[in-house]
């Protein structure tokens, strides 16, 4: 993991195994602890995933189905040239998804969500250049169909807690968007007025204003 100093723009490298909010388990997997190695197949690197590919070339994928599953999420969103070929592409038996996922936290919600997007992006890259006979595509899944309101709805930004006040129950992706009017005023008046801000404004405005049900927002934010 790498951090940023403010004043200095230092670059400090801290240890996978320092970061505090990393469970002994997460620091044991990259670890290699052996005392953990029963419970998951694979070595932990990049060598492995030959074995990885074997195994799952020998599955029966219904490859159309996931086609037409993605083409139907992505049919209101601005579609990229890269997105589009990487979904074209899964009708290949040589093409593997590599996937990620997580809850429709609130703005994206701990950090943890947008490092775990761009851990997938990367490890993409790096199998395309290891394997280059093969293609790999990266996925996000949004659990939209969770009930567990209160473990979504904030998020801390510059020591602030953002919070989403509603009083609909069910699926958080159900829910309607119309209550997070006033996080995105908040969320303006946090940010400040300075250029960065103002595109992360737009994005997550945007995204938020014109869809009805959360799960759509989240969506299109992610993309």
Known sequence: MIEYSKTTMEQLKIPFSKVPQFSKRDVAYVDENPALRPFYKYEVNIDSFKKVIEDKSKEQIDRKTLIDALESQYKNLEVSELTRSNINSLSNDNTYTIITAHQPSLLTGPLYYIYKIVSVLNLVKRLKATYSDYQFVPVFITGGEDHDFEEVNHVHIFNKTLTWNNEEKGSVGMMKT???????????????????????????????????????AVVDMVN
């Open 178 to 216: 119309e209550t997070l009017k006033p996080v995105l005023a908040e969320l303006k008046e946090l940010l400040g007025d300075h250029e960065k801000a103002n595109r992360i404004l737009e994005i997550m405005s945007l995204t938020h204003s014109r869809h009805d049900i959360y799960s759509n």
